[in-house]
């Protein structure tokens, strides 16, 4: 039998699978989320993602800098808010003096050289628990009473260190509505890494657990993205692109490959992929088990999201993943 072509050849060592390797992971690629909390209890581990913790504002700054040792880039961060800081206008979320935007001047003045990425919702701070104003009658979510406090927030975040604005909330048009306010505040340089196809999806729960900041009544789904859909992911993308958003991001990552391959094939901007709360507890009670290698599964993962088309990537793995890759 002749065979002049074998695929195999390419495959026979280690040192030639990483010669022809199309896709690779490195610290750069990594976003680590962060939980911040009030208080001076030090950490905490949230129960439903083992290893991960809600940190007072030293144990945050501690932790910014092992992360900046590793490697790491780019830290995300979250708010846990006191319950008795809640209200239905989610007034602690425009407070220059609370705790995020203390920690966002803190890790700025110890680690410039980090950046910053910051979240813009109301669910943090909203005693509704949801990402907008609530009309109290109707259970409404108000899309356009809640872009004047998004924008609020944002020109806040920014003015307080914020070097990447990330509206999670999915009201419509609160992109092009940021973008105005910043470029009026002289922010013209601060990034927009907009949450675009973000899912109504049933992988948040440990998340809302670490903020406690889950919906009192109702659920998302007149704002989040149908999870049967893509196409009108596509919608998403051309508004966000048009209204000035600097990155756009899928979330989540790892059930949704095709979204974030689709927007690879249509658009220019980098895109983010979020490797979300509920993917993280799922590995890590398999890994616990004993039932799955968590390191190579970890790996696999995202090298997934970066090979359907992700620039970076947000993930609870990425302390892990940079110790990893320092060995």
């Known amino acids: 039998m002749e065979i002049l072509s074998r695929n195999r050849r390419l495959r026979k060592s280690e040192a030639i699978r990483q010669m022809v390797r199309e896709t690779s992971i490195s610290t750069s690629d990594l976003i680590a989320p962060l ?30 800098r092992d992360l900046s040792k590793l490697g790491i880039k780019c830290v995300s961060l979250f708010p846990v808010i006191d319950e008795n ?11 220059p003096e609370g705790i995020y935007q203390l920690a966002i001047r803190e890790i700025k003045h110890s680690y410039p050289e980090m950046v910053v990425m910051t979240d813009v919702a109301l669910d943090p701070y909203s005693s509704d628990g949801h990402d907008g104003l609530v009309d109290k009658k109707t259970g409404k979510i108000l899309n ?27 009201m419509d048009n609160r992109i092009g509505a940021i973008r105005k306010a910043l470029e009026a505040d002289g922010y013209t340089d601060t990034l927009i890494m907009s949450y675009t196809a973000k899912y109504a999806s049933n992988f948040y729960g440990p998340f809302r657990d670490a903020l406690h900041s889950a919906p009192k009544q109702g659920d998302k789904k007149t704002y989040q993205m149908d999870y049967g859909n893509s196409i009108e992911a596509l919608r998403e993308l051309k508004h966000d692109e048009l209204e000035g958003a600097d990155i756009v991001m899928v979330k989540p990552g790892l059930a949704y490959l095709d979204i974030i391959k689709m927007y690879s094939e249509h658009t220019s901007l980098p895109i983010a992929a979020y490797n979300v709360s509920g993917e993280y507890a799922m590995i890590k009670a398999a890994a ?11 790996h696999e993962i995202l090298t997934a999201f970066k090979r359907a088309g992700a620039s970076m990537i947000l993930t609870y793995f990425a302390k892990d993943m940079a110790q990893l890759l320092n060995e």
């Open 144 to 170: 356009d009473e809640t872009i004047e406090i998004l924008c609020q927030m944002a020109v806040l975040q920014a003015s307080a260190g914020s070097d990447i604005i990330g509206p999670s909330d999915m």
């Open 288 to 298: 616990q088990k004993g039932w799955i290698d968590e390191k190579k599964i970890v």
């Open 85 to 95: 800081k809640k209200d239905p206008r989610a007034f602690e979320s425009i407070n």
């Open 35 to 64: 939980f911040l909390m009030e208080g001076f209890i030090g950490k905490e581990e949230i129960a439903s993602m083992p290893g991960i913790f809600r940190h007072d504002l030293k144990s945050l700054i501690h932790e910014v």
